[in-house]
Nanobody, 122 residues
Framework: QVQLVESGGGLVQAGGSLRLSCAASGRTSSTFSMGWFRRAPGKEREFVAAIGWSGRSEYYADSVKGRFTISRDNTKNTMYLQMNSLKPEDTAVYYC???????????????WGQGTQVTVSS
């Protein structure tokens, strides 16, 4: 089992920045690919970004490309999402996930955190 705990969410004005963290523990968490997803009110959970276990492979949803940066520190078993130039449409609960494949497909992830709320005011 892998346990994932997100932190760093909050309320920020449009144009501002936030940095989310996802702390992993349990079964060899550093060998998993990891991703960020989000769910806005009334919408499906959608892919945001993903990163391979070594950190060399990164993928982004078009809606966040150029504004968000995913990274990980395997010595700390922690993944990050640096979010810049935030927009009101980025408001959502953000979830981290772990799996065996770097993919935007949420069904391919085996482990999920509880989520952290990000609210961007206009």
């Amino acid at each position: 089992q892998v346990q994932l705990v997100e932190s760093g969410g909050g309320l920020v004005q449009a144009g501002g920045s936030l940095r989310l963290s996802c702390a992993a523990s349990g079964r060899t968490s550093s060998t998993f690919s990891m991703g960020w997803f989000r769910r806005a009110p009334g919408k499906e959970r959608e892919f945001v970004a993903a990163i391979g276990w070594s950190g060399r492979s990164e993928y982004y949803a078009d809606s966040v490309k150029g504004r968000f940066t995913i990274s990980r520190d395997n010595t700390k078993n922690t993944m990050y999402l640096q979010m810049n130039s935030l927009k009101p449409e980025d408001t959502a609960v953000y979830y981290c996930a772990a799996g065996w494949t770097v993919t935007p497909t949420r069904e391919r992830y085996d482990y999920w955190g509880q989520g952290t709320q990000v609210t961007v005011s206009s």
